[in-house]
């Protein structure tokens, strides 16, 4: 059974950083590619960040975050983390990671697991 539990949300002031984790059991972990993504009240899911399935560990972020936040994997302990600095107050909401198996995609609709998500809520 593939399980994703992600961890490391919580509150904190503009400009502050938070790490995310995202553990994942139950399968080859080397063999997927991990995105982020999150959800504000009200809002669709976006995406955040993807990182590849193993080698060159190719990644890729949204705009909207990029030069602010740093997605890396380590696959000995088959967990991919999702480095936060210089939070904003739009970027609260839960941060959800997702699994895919193969190459990674912004697409939200081809990811096949699902974590429950972290909150992340930044004051101004």
């Known amino acids: 059974q593939v399980q994703l539990v992600e961890s490391g949300g919580g509150l904190v002031q503009a400009g502050g950083s938070l790490r995310l984790s995202c553990a994942a059991s139950?399968?080859?972990?080397?063999?997927?590619?991990i995105g982020w993504f999150r959800q504000a009240p009200g809002k669709e899911r976006e995406f955040v960040a993807h990182?590849?399935?193993?080698?060159?560990?190719?990644?890729y972020y949204a705009d909207s975050v990029k030069g602010r936040f740093t997605i890396s994997r380590d696959n000995a302990k088959n967990t991919v983390y999702l480095q936060m600095n210089s939070l904003k107050p739009e970027d609260t909401a839960v941060y959800l990671c997702?699994?895919?198996?193969?190459?990674?995609?912004?697409?939200?609709?081809?990811?096949?697991?699902w974590g429950q998500g972290t909150q992340v809520t930044v004051s101004s």
């Open positions: 990182i590849s399935w193993s080698g060159g560990n190719t990644y």
């Open positions: 139950g399968l080859t972990f080397s063999n997927y590619a």
């Open positions: 997702a699994a895919r198996y193969g190459s990674s995609t912004y697409r939200r609709d081809e990811y096949n697991y």
